[in-house]
Structures are given as structure tokens and as C-alpha cells.
């Protein structure tokens, strides 16, 4: 069976998402430290998501706790994509200010396109600074082409992730079973490592990606192409000492 360590999980919403719970980022560092891991990264909707936080509490984390509960934490962004132009929702230089960026489709943000222009969408929101992550790129209300998402993404050091969100069984995101197989083969072959991200809402699913897993042991994925297995790989890729 197919089982590599979780030590890292950075894609999590606490309550500034706006339709997250209600835990505070010290509720979801006081759960994470419990699983196991590491590093803990939140990551909470940009502000043209109905009901999320402005602009000030993306600015605002600059002074936020770097360690809790014998962790690290990361504070980063899941960015709105607008428009086929790559657009986003924060400001350039408040993005440089954070650890990382998500780039991702949402409705009722993003009115979904063709499958080139949804994949041109994706491809100049990467030139973004301090983008580093596809979010769930694998829903299928959005279709992209593969091919030229993945490789555009190599060449722009932005990597994958496969979001355990997407393959649960009550998942609101269409065909992401199939999507995130099609995503991982194309990554082996490509050599590009790919995030596993628990999407959690909340406390309650922190470093959870039971439902990933079987996909990697049906790919035959291989394990140094995982970037939670090595936190030195992260820190790498977000160019942090």
C-alpha cells in the first residue's frame, strides 16, 4: 500500500476565508500539531471571494506567530483568478509580502471559457510574484488542457497540487477522480513534483489526504516528486531560509 509521510499541509482556510468554521488560526495550529507535521500553511480565499477577508488581513499577517505548538507556520493566499488575462485579487506587492500564492478558479469569480482560454487564464495568472501553487486544478467546471497547463508550469517553477477536497465523496468540483489520475501522469512523465493539499476548512481535515492516496499507488507515483514528504523542498521552492 501506498503511504509516504504528511509533513507539510499549506493549503487551509481558517475563519477569514469567510465561509470556513470558526477556527482561528491558532485552533488549526493547536490541530496540526497533533498529526504530525511540520509545517502548516494558511492559505485563506483572496478578497473577491463573497465573504472573505480585505486586503488589510492578507497585509496583517506580516506580524502573525512564525511558530505555534512546536510548528512552523506559512502564511500565503488562495488567489482569485478574474479573467483570461490572469488577473488576481490581491495586489502585487501584497502578494510578494507572503510566503506563497494559489492561483484558482471559483464560481461565481471566474466565469468558466473555452479550454484554451480557462488554460490561458491559468498560465498568465502564473506570472504573477510569489505564485507558486495550481489550486485544484483537476475541476472539471473549468476544463483546461493538461498538456500546456503542465508544461507551462514547469517552465514557470509552479507546481500541482492534487487537493484531497476534490475526491471526496460528497466533492462539489466535477470529475476530479479522473482529472487529478490525468494530472499525475502527466507530472511523472514531465518529472514535476506536485503538492498533496488537504484543502481543509477548518481544523477538522488538516493533513488529511486519505482519498489521495490511492491514486498515487495506481499511478505508481513516485515519492520524491511529492513535495510534503521534504520540507526542505518547500522551503526551497518558496526560496525561504
Known sequence: ???????????????????????????????????????????DHGPATPGAAGSSYFRNLLLADRKKFGLQLL?????????????????????????????SMHHPVFSCGTVYSNTSAYINAMHHPGVRFLGHPDDGRFPVDYG????????????????????????????GLRHSIQILCLCKKLRLPVLLSSDSHGKDHIGDMQYIFPLLEQCDFPSDLIINRDPALLRQILKLS
Not at 507539510?8 to 498529526?35: E, Q, V
Not at 482569485?80 to 507572503?98: A, C, Q, R, T, W
Open 148 to 175: 500546456r497547463l503542465l508544461a507551462a508550469a514547469k517552465e514557470n517553477h509552479v507546481y500541482p497540487e492534487i487537493n484531497n477536497a476534490s475526491l471526496m465523496p460528497d466533492a462539489y468540483r466535477q470529475d
Open 75 to 103: 502564511y500565503g493566499a488562495e488567489l482569485n483568478i478574474l479573467n483570461e488575462e490572469g488577473d488576481v485579487d490581491l495586489e502585487d506587492s501584497l502578494i510578494e509580502s507572503l510566503d506563497y500564492a494559489f492561483i
Open 1 to 43: 500500500m501506498y503511504n509516504i509521510p504528511i509533513l507539510l499541509d499549506i493549503h487551509t482556510h481558517c475563519l477569514s476565508s469567510g465561509h470556513a468554521t470558526h477556527d482561528t488560526i491558532t485552533d488549526m495550529a493547536r490541530a496540526a500539531s497533533g498529526r504530525s507535521l511540520q509545517i502548516l500553511g494558511i492559505s
